[in-house]
Every structure is written in C-alpha cells, then in structure tokens.
C-alpha cells in the first residue's frame, strides 16, 4: 500500500481522489482504496496495491491502470479470469464509474469521484 492506494479514511482529506474501489461483498483488509493516476496491481500477495487475500485470487491476478482519466483493467493470466459486469473479460477491458468487477470471490465497485 503506498500514497496513491490506501483505505479512505473518515477524516482525511480525499480531494484528488479519481477513482474508489469498494469491496461489496466480504471483508478483507481493506474494503476500499482511493485510485488516482497510475497502475495498481491486483492479487493475494503483500506486496500489491490491491490485496484479496483468498485462495480464488491468483498471487499476481491483474492490474488497474488510470491515465490522462480513462481506466482499464488487465488480466494477468489468472487461473479464475476477471469479470466485468457479469462478462468475462478477454486480456484488459475499459472500466467505466459503476462497473462491477469479480475477481475470484470478492465483487467489487469501481465509482468515479
């Protein structure tokens, strides 16, 4: 976890937040990050941005990048894929504010700021 992806606190001040991700339907060790411009690599592993620590998520699942406010989503070869509202994605997709993404056992929300 680093200055660019970190829990949303109460107080703090979130006002360059771009993106929020959000766990909608388990605990893990954070249910929320802010995203701003960047890439935020996504597994079970401590060293990545977005931990989902589960054995359903691979070690290296995927990547989340936001550039210039477009975003996408890459998928790292993972063994269980990425979903995108339902679909599963092929390589990367355009994420866009509502979209749902499963990645093994969590759904999460991705929220334009």
């Known amino acids: 976890?680093?200055?660019?992806?970190?829990?949303?606190?109460?107080?703090?001040?979130?006002?360059?937040?771009?993106?929020?991700?959000?766990?909608?339907?388990?605990?893990?060790?954070?249910?929320?990050?802010?995203?701003?411009?960047?890439?935020?690599?996504?597994?079970?592993?401590?060293?990545?941005?977005?931990?989902?620590?589960?054995?359903?998520?691979?070690?290296?699942?995927?990547?989340?990048?936001?550039e210039s406010g477009n975003s996408k989503i890459i998928d790292n070869n993972s063994t269980n894929g990425i979903y995108i509202n339902d679909l599963l994605i092929k390589d990367s997709s355009e994420l866009n504010s509502g979209d749902k993404i499963q990645i093994g056992k969590f759904l999460l929300l991705f929220t334009k700021v």
């Open 1 to 66: 976890m680093d200055d660019h992806t970190k829990p949303i606190a109460a107080n703090g001040d979130n006002s360059t937040v771009k993106f929020v991700l959000n766990v909608l339907n388990q605990s893990s060790r954070s249910s929320s990050w802010m995203l701003n411009e960047g890439n935020y690599t996504i597994g079970r592993l401590a060293e990545h941005e977005i931990i989902l620590d589960d054995v359903t998520v691979s070690r290296n699942h995927g990547k989340i990048t936001i």
